[in-house]
């Protein structure tokens, strides 16, 4: 049996329902957690909320964190995790960060980075700066299990590499429509950029799945997680070796210490199936939509009505 720390990723686009997967979770008392490990988007950090409601300069969890991650002999405070892998030189950066392009292109990335040892070394100090803050969540919180919810592939692609986890794999996908949408509202691109955005990275993260082990990876639907709950999180809970969830209907955001994006403080602790798209999206979206994405959709599980 292996002895690595166990890690449980998730792998999603933006507005797909990880904050949400997150706090489920996280009331798990063998999961532990603090949200996306990547701390990144945390914008002007004197003013910036843990999820309990605290500033998090004034967090009591993230204090201890933050003198437990010292006495380990790590450079750490809440608005420099030193968690992210991609703040080298631009070209390596370029290397790094895009995603699987076939096995060429990863042999051609794998002597690109033979060859620039210290962005080598970078990448290690990085891993193991993510290793120790993930033991440490897992000592203050007594969870076995460390939680990752950054989302992205590239994130996961450098922890496999290392070797140093046992990794599991929550590959969560949502409605395209109900993306898209969410896109346009948030981020403001207009509603053929949000197509092309969400297919870029649907696409990114399925060529990320197709590398990973079946064993490896729990497929979920968004739109199942918040129909049922319950049967999600106990078909998840049994699939990692843990004991079933108590509360799996409901959260309480104020009771953890999470980092993610605003609508984690939205005050939202019962579950809600978000379909506001359905009424959003005008006739002439909703076609275009179909044209452009619509057998991407499809292929995960979505039909067109
Ligand atoms: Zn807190």
Redesign the pocket.
């Known amino acids: 049996m292996s002895q690595r720390p166990r890690l449980l990723y998730i792998l999603a686009p933006s507005y797909s329902g990880s904050t949400l997967l997150t706090y489920l979770l996280a009331q798990h008392p063998a999961i532990a957690t603090i949200g996306e490990l990547k701390a990144t988007r945390m914008g002007n950090i004197d003013a910036y909320r843990?999820?309990?409601g605290?500033l998090i300069r004034e967090?009591d969890?993230?204090s201890e964190l933050t003198q437990r991650a010292r006495d380990a002999g790590l450079e750490f405070s809440v608005d420099a995790f030193g968690t992210v892998y991609g703040d080298g030189g631009r070209f390596v950066d370029r290397i790094v960060r895009a995603l699987v392009r076939g096995p060429l292109f990863e042999t051609l990335r794998a002597a690109a980075l033979g060859v620039l040892p210290e962005r080598t070394t970078r990448i290690a100090a990085v891993t193991r700066q993510n290793l120790v803050l993930s033991r440490l969540v897992c000592d203050m919180q007594g969870g076995r299990v460390f939680l990752d919810g950054s989302k992205d592939s590239a994130r996961l692609l450098h922890y496999q590499r290392s070797g140093e986890w046992d990794i599991k794999v929550i590959h969560l996908q949502r409605d395209g429509r109900g993306v898209t949408n969410s896109y346009v509202k948030h981020d403001r691109v207009d509603y053929d950029g949000a197509i092309a955005y969400w297919m870029k990275a649907v696409t990114e993260l399925q060529r990320m799945r197709a590398r990973l082990d079946d064993d490896m990876v729990y497929d979920l639907l968004y739109e199942d997680l918040c129909r049922d709950p319950e049967k999600e999180l106990a078909a998840i809970c049994d699939w990692l070796g843990i004991d079933e969830l108590d509360h799996a209907r409901s959260f309480d955001a104020e009771s953890q210490?999470v980092l993610g994006n605003r609508m984690r403080l939205d005050n939202v602790s019962e579950i809600r199936l978000d379909e506001k798209w359905r009424k959003l999206l005008s006739p002439d979206k909703l076609a275009a939509f179909e044209d452009r994405a619509g057998e991407l959709n499809r292929s995960l599980g979505y039909t067109a009505a």
Do not use: A, G, I, L
Request: charge should be negative; glycine fraction near 0%.
């Open positions: 843990c999820s309990c605290e967090c969890f993230w210490h």
